[in-house]
């Protein structure tokens, strides 16, 4: 089995940075696959946030976190970071880290149980 193990959610103002975290453990987890981050709020579908690469050389971004988020991997302990700056009402989110061997934007096998990221205006 794969576990994603997601932290750094919390309450910031409009403007301010997060920091997420998801490490990645597990027997089947192999270091190969791509790892990111979807998000969802009441109501509406999951959608894309940011992945990465096993090499961590490809990081694909939704338009609306362009040049905001940045998406990093440590693949020596099996870890991602999204380093959330500029925040905006808009980005309150469930956010969900996700991996499995599919690339770039496409929802993988495996999900995190997910953290609460809320940015008040």
């Known amino acids: 089995q794969v576990q994603l193990a997601e932290s750094g959610g919390g309450l910031v103002q409009a403007g301010g940075s997060l920091r997420l975290s998801c490490a990645a453990s597990?027997?089947?987890?192999?270091?190969?696959?791509?790892m990111g981050w979807f998000r969802q709020t009441p109501g509406k579908d999951r959608e894309f946030v940011a992945a990465?690469?096993?090499?961590?050389?490809?990081?694909y971004y939704a338009d609306s976190v362009k040049g905001r988020f940045t998406i990093s991997r440590d693949k020596a302990n099996n870890t991602i970071y999204l380093q959330m700056n500029s925040l905006k009402p808009e980005d309150t989110a469930v956010y969900y880290c996700?991996?499995?061997?599919?690339?770039?934007?496409?929802?993988?096998?495996?999900w995190g149980q997910g953290t609460q990221v809320t940015v008040s205006s």
């Open positions: 990465i690469s096993w090499s961590g050389d490809n990081a």
């Open positions: 996700n991996s499995g061997p599919r690339r770039g934007t496409i929802p993988n096998t495996y």
């Open positions: 597990g027997r089947t987890f192999d270091k190969y696959y791509t």
